[in-house]
C-alpha cells in the first residue's frame, strides 16, 4: 500500500522537485528522482514527469511513497553484467519488476532508472522470483535486443523446485491466456487451440527431494507467468506459488540463474549466471 504525503514548497525547500521531495520526506535522492519518474509525484494536480522541474513556492505536491520506502531499507541493486549498452541485474525475490503508483520508488526499473536514465528492462520476473533481468543502456542497443528475444535468440534459463516427482526431460507447449474471473492469474490451453497465445518451456530434471524436483527450465517463449502456469498444468506446480496452487514455501521457488546472448553492439556473447539462493532449495536437499 502506498502513503499519501501532501507537501506545499517552502521558501526555505530546494528548488528543483527531486531534491525537494528527498528534502523533505528524508529519502535517498535516488528514491525521490524515481517516484517521479514513475508517475508517483503530482504538482499542483497534475502529474510530475521532471525530476529537475522548478517548483515555486507555495506550490502543492502529492507523494504516493511506498510503506518501505526507506532507501537504507532496500537491497542493494546488484549489476551482474554492465557496460555501456547492456546490464545484467540480480533481482532480489520480493522486488516488483516494473512500478505501480504504490511501489513506485522500489521497483527495479525506477531503481535502475534513477542510477541510469536511459535503461530499459527488456522482460520481467514476477515479484516473488529471483535472478537475472535484462536492461538495455542506450536507446540504440533496445531494437536489436527486442528483436533477439522475439526470436529466441537469447537463452534464459531458470531453476525451479516444483511438488512431486519428475524424471528425465520433457517439452511444454501449452498456450497462455488471461483467466476471465481473475485478473492476476493465466490459464493454459491446448496448442491445438486459438486460445491465448503460444507457448513453449523445456524442463530437465535435476535432483530430488522427499517430495520435490528441482528443475532446469528453458523459455522458448516468454509469456506472463508462464513457468508457473505450465508447470502447475504439468501437476507440478511450484512451491510457493499460492496463485497455481504451490505447496507452501519460505518463497515463490523460482530463479533465473542463466543468461546467455550476443552482445546488440557487436558479436561477442554475454553469457551471465547467478546461482539460485540456498533458502530456495531448501526444501529439496540432495
Known amino acids: 500500500m502506498a502513503k499519501k504525503k501532501l507537501l506545499t514548497a517552502a521558501m526555505s525547500d530546494p528548488v528543483e522537485l527531486d531534491a525537494l521531495i528527498a528534502a523533505r520526506l528524508e529519502i535517498a535522492h535516488s528514491a525521490a528522482t524515481a517516484l517521479v519518474v514513475r508517475g508517483a509525484v503530482q504538482v499542483d494536480g497534475r502529474r510530475a514527469s521532471d525530476p529537475n522541474a522548478q517548483i515555486v513556492p507555495g506550490a502543492r505536491l502529492t507523494v504516493y511513497l511506498p510503506e518501505d520506502a526507506a532507501a537504507s531499507d532496500e537491497p542493494a541493486i546488484v549489476f551482474a553484467f554492465r557496460d555501456a549498452f547492456v546490464a545484467v541485474v540480480d533481482k532480489p525475490a520480493g522486488m516488483p519488476s516494473q512500478a505501480t ?27 516473488d522470483a529471483s535472478g537475472l533481468v535484462l536492461f538495455a543502456l542506450d536507446p540504440d542497443a533496445r531494437a536489436p535486443l527486442q528483436r533477439a528475444l522475439e526470436l529466441g535468440k537469447i537463452d534464459r534459463r531458470y531453476v525451479a523446485v516444483v511438488s512431486g516427482h519428475l524424471e528425465g526431460e520433457g517439452r511444454i507447449a501449452l498456450r497462455i491466456g488471461r483467466d476471465a474471473h481473475d485478473e492476476r492469474r493465466r490459464l493454459a490451453h491446448p496448442e491445438s487451440t ?24 528453458t523459455l522458448e517463449t516468454g509469456r506472463t507467468h508462464q513457468l508457473r502456469v505450465h508447470l502447475s498444468a504439468l501437476g507440478h506446480p511450484i512451491l510457493g506459488d499460492r496463485l497455481y496452487g504451490g505447496a507452501p514455501a519460505e518463497r515463490l521457488c523460482l530463479h533465473a540463474e542463466h543468461l546467455s546472448l550476443r552482445h546488440p553492439m557487436g558479436r561477442r556473447r554475454i553469457v551471465v549466471s547467478s546461482p539460485a539462493p540456498a533458502a530456495l532449495l531448501a526444501d529439496s536437499p540432495p
Open 194 to 217: 486459438d486460445t491465448g497465445q503460444a507457448a513453449v518451456t523445456l524442463w530437465k530434471a535435476l535432483r530430488h527431494g522427499a517430495t520435490s524436483t528441482v528443475l532446469e527450465l
Open 101 to 127: 503508483r504504490a511501489d513506485a520508488a522500489s521497483a527495479l526499473d525506477a531503481r535502475v532508472q534513477a542510477e541510469l536514465p536511459d535503461a530499459r528492462m527488456m522482460h520481467r520476473l514476477d515479484r
